[in-house]
């Protein structure tokens, strides 16, 4: 920037130090900061454009001189106020009254503690986008064209062609497309349906979905994967067991149990005394996705699963309702 080049930087040296001394409260001080050495000011500018030594060290130097002028400047304010807080009789000793310190959503908990199982089983974290085309929420997916899961009375649509995701799916969609298997991917974040809110039913909800491709996978791949990870999240001494069920995108497909960690399989309330708990969905990838994203289903396989990170919650701490984590009631939120 060749204006840059035209500052005198003694004169803007000299105008910096003079607004800074006279600041007299910390937003002045502030304005002063953000005007000479933010990032938008000439000086950072003309920083970022530096090329020779000699005009870095310059520039450098200014830097230096304004900011202990800052650092200097914010010490004094702070003893001016101390001396007219005394001086009008108030006791700076007292000590102040405790501001009691947040701490992450039990959900946004349990989603890292997911994503940190995964993590260990050496998959990849994919923070996907929360609007996708219609074509990857449905049609790569290869769902029914009059399934009443597309209308609007179930999906939010944008546009024509973009829907706030109705499942993590599109990620593994996208994933799929952009790379090359091996895929070791797991998916959380919102997805969005058109529900009203009740106990176990919210528009808003939070999904985990794993998929693996790679050569030579079979389903014990997958029984032995969702196994490690529900241990892994409810203990050494649970079991997996999976019944036959139907998705469009995988064939074949799975829902799986996992053994109630609650009573220990004796049979109590939240399992319906029957020892399990139902956990989600998972299956084989269609060929016909793999051929949809341009993989090759003869040379790789793949299998899927997910599950609500809602549920789960819901399950470890013997919540009935599922609005309880979306109404930002401290009372509840504080507890976990
Ligand atoms: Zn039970």
Not at 46 to 54: F, S
Not at 143 to 159: A, E, K, L, N, V
Not at 165 to 183: F, L, N, Y
Not at 215 to 244: C, H, P, S, W, Y
């Given at each position: ?218 389903l ?30 995988t064939e074949p ?30 299956g084989w990838v ?17 299998f ?33």
């Amino acid at each position: 920037m060749d204006s840059l080049a035209a500052v005198d930087w003694t004169a803007y040296q000299d105008e910096a130090l003079a607004a800074i001394g006279s600041a007299l409260s910390e937003a002045e001080l502030d304005d002063a900061r953000v005007k000479y050495l933010g990032r938008k000011s000439a000086l950072a500018q003309a920083l970022r454009g530096v090329r020779d030594r000699e005009s870095g060290m310059l520039l450098n130097g200014v830097r230096s001189k304004l900011e202990e002028a800052v650092a200097a400047r914010e010490a004094e304010l702070a003893r001016l106020a101390y001396e007219l807080a005394a001086e009008a009789g108030v006791d700076v000793t007292i000590p102040g009254t405790p501001v009691t310190r947040g701490h992450l959503h039990l959900l946004t908990q349990i989603r890292r503690e997911i994503e940190d199982i995964f993590l260990g089983m050496g998959y990849e974290v994919w923070d996907g986008n929360e609007v996708a085309t219609v074509w990857e929420n449905f049609d790569a997916l290869t769902s029914d064209p009059g399934h009443p899961s597309r209308s609007q009375f179930d999906t939010f649509y944008i546009d024509q062609n973009t829907v706030l995701r109705t499942h993590t799916s599109p990620d593994q969609i996208r994933a799929m497309q952009t790379r090359k298997p091996p895929i070791y991917m797991v998916s959380p974040g919102r997805c969005y349906r058109r529900d009203t809110p009740d106990a176990t039913h919210s528009p808003i909800f939070l999904q985990v979905e794993c998929l693996a491709v790679d050569r030579g996978i079979t389903l014990a791949d997958l029984q032995g994967t969702v196994l490690k990870f529900f241990r892994a999240l409810f203990g050494e001494e649970r079991e997996v067991r999976m019944r036959t069920s139907f998705f469009p995108f995988t064939e074949p497909s799975v829902e799986f149990d996992v053994t109630c960690f609650i009573c220990g399989g004796e049979g109590c309330a939240t399992c319906k005394h029957s020892g399990w708990i139902e956990m989600g969905g998972a299956g084989w990838v269609d060929p016909d996705v793999f051929r949809n994203v341009g993989i090759d289903p003869d040379e790789y396989q793949g299998f899927a699963f997910g599950f609500g990170i809602e549920r789960i919650a819901m399950l470890r701490h013997g919540l009935p309702d599922l609005r309880a984590f979306w109404e930002n009631d401290l009372r509840v939120l504080g507890q976990f």
